[in-house]
């Protein structure tokens, strides 16, 4: 029986031969896939890495062979533990589609209103200044990992080289938190979208509506969408390639319109006062607390790094990009919107499109409405596209069945269950318990960074980490259950 805990392999390798490692992380990954199977026969002996040395004798010509294979190594790495992945396909537009299209979404369409009418005002814009600051530095330690370490499994893999198996593990258990339920969550918003925008815009008949709305807690559009997403993943890698970049840039269009609108219409007035009393220092940072969720998901080009063009150069690089693009779309629609309407009037749910309707432009409103309906469906896509990616990496170094390792099969299990997940399961009461595994996967990135960029890893660091992320959790839990803390 495989343990669950073992010393990271960055650790074990430098205990072993008492010298800076010179050979790359990701050949490092690879055999600790091929010692993790061999762990199962009973090959290493009650769970220690059982891996071979060169003598001292034999020092020189190893380095000599490990500085001429290197490269190559790293240009090979998915011959031996990514077999079924497909080729290196995504090119750099590619990379920054699935980013941004998995980034954008209820942050502009929704958080946008709800932060401005219920904690910042006109100030809603400094707001997501501030989320985007921690979404970069998170974001650094993302780009760093990623040309380091550019295999599929995005903090999974960072863990699993740097932390051990069990942190591994749980890191993966959050990162399912934020792909595929959150994706359910997004597919179960989407169809109670399109029955508010059947019924409001297009006056549809309520006996229709009914059909699409028939109790109990199910989601029949919901369903629909998570259906159509799997089939068009099962379908082929390209043609989903296709479908994401076509829908990510589109809802980039859509929102430089809505914005390139509401400056159109803008009125200084509205943007008095810039910090509301009733709101003060307190509600700009509560809104950027609620704003930073807007960021999540351009971790997801990690996760497709096995499949990345040039992954050293192109992820680092897409990961800055996509932050850059998603925050100066942030920022404009928030000043855009409440330059358009007073911070009073403002929709919680449905913001761009009302106050397009407050100024008398209903072909805008009904513009937008349509283009968030038609739009937003990508990221349910790209969660679909991502979670089989996870459980490949995992089913590769043993954690879970060797039958995940085939990526049909993987993108079957993960569509089922976000089928399910989205039809039938109300989100209401999950949403904080999502937000809290993707912060948990994020710190445990940011820890995985910490520990490689040391020499050696010493207890002391690793309590101080422990330390670090026990009192920030239950800092948290306090701050939400117990009470706040007033300005």
Not at 351 to 357: D, I, V
Not at 459 to 472: D, G, I, Q, T
Request: aromatic share 10%; with cysteine; proline share 4%.
């Amino acid at each position: 029986m495989r343990p669950w805990l073992k010393k990271p392999l960055w650790v074990v390798l430098q205990e072993d031969c008492g010298q800076q490692i010179n050979t790359s992380v990701v050949e490092l990954h690879q055999r600790s896939s091929r010692t993790q199977q061999d762990d199962t026969t009973g090959d290493t002996g009650e769970g220690e890495f059982s891996l071979e040395y060169p003598n001292d004798d034999d020092d020189d010509q190893a380095e000599e062979e490990d500085h001429h294979n290197q490269h190559q190594l790293q240009q090979n790495q998915t011959h031996n533990i990514h077999d079924s992945l497909p080729s290196r396909h995504l090119s750099l537009f590619d990379l920054v589609s699935i980013g941004v299209g998995g980034t954008i979404g209820s942050g502009i369409f929704v958080l946008n209103g709800l932060i401005a009418h219920s904690y910042a005002g006109p100030a809603t814009f400094i707001s997501w200044i501030v989320s985007g600051i921690a979404a970069l530095l998170s974001g650094c330690c993302y780009a760093e990992l990623s040309g380091r370490i550019p295999s599929a499994g995005s903090s999974y893999a960072y863990a699993f080289v740097a932390l051990g198996e069990l942190p591994a593990f749980i890191t993966a258990f959050m990162l399912t938190l934020e792909f595929l339920l959150s994706g359910s969550a997004v597919a179960r918003s989407w169809g109670d979208k399109v029955v508010e925008w059947l019924r409001v815009e297009l006056s549809v008949s309520e006996e229709f509506l009914s059909i699409l709305e028939p109790g109990y807690g199910i989601n029949p559009m919901a369903c629909l969408v998570s259906i159509v997403t799997t089939l068009l993943v099962l379908w082929g890698v390209k043609e989903s390639k296709l479908v994401t970049d076509f829908f990510t840039w589109i809802k980039v269009f859509l929102v430089i319109f809505m914005t390139v609108g509401g400056f159109i219409l803008f009125n200084p007035a509205n943007m008095t006062p810039l910090v509301p009393p009733e709101f003060g220092a307190a509600g700009i940072l509560r809104g950027s607390v609620s704003s930073f969720f807007g960021y999540l998901g351009f971790d997801a080009v990690c996760c497709v790094a096995g499949e990345a063009i040039n992954p050293e150069r192109n992820l680092p690089l897409s990961i800055v990009i996509t932050l850059c693009i998603v925050t100066f779309l942030y920022i404009a629609a928030a000043i855009s919107l409440v330059g358009m309407q007073y911070y009073t009037d403002i929709s919680p749910e449905s913001g761009f499109p009302e106050a397009f309707k407050s100024n008398n432009v209903e072909w805008a409103a009904q513009l937008t409405a349509a283009g968030e309906v038609a739009t937003l469906p990508v990221v349910v896509l790209i969660s679909i596209i991502i979670q089989p990616r996870l459980q490949f990496a995992m089913a590769n170094d043993g954690l879970i069945p060797q039958w995940f390792g085939n990526m049909r099969n993987g993108a079957l299990f993960a569509g089922v269950l976000m089928t399910l997940f989205a039809t039938f399961v109300p989100f209401s009461a999950l949403d904080d318990f999502v937000s809290a595994g993707i912060l948990v996967a994020f710190t445990i990135t940011n820890c995985s960074l910490v520990v490689m960029r040391r020499e050696s890893l010493n207890h002391r660091l690793e309590k101080l980490l422990a330390l670090f992320n026990a009192s920030s959790f239950f800092t948290c839990m306090m701050l939400s259950h117990v009470g706040h803390i007033g300005w």
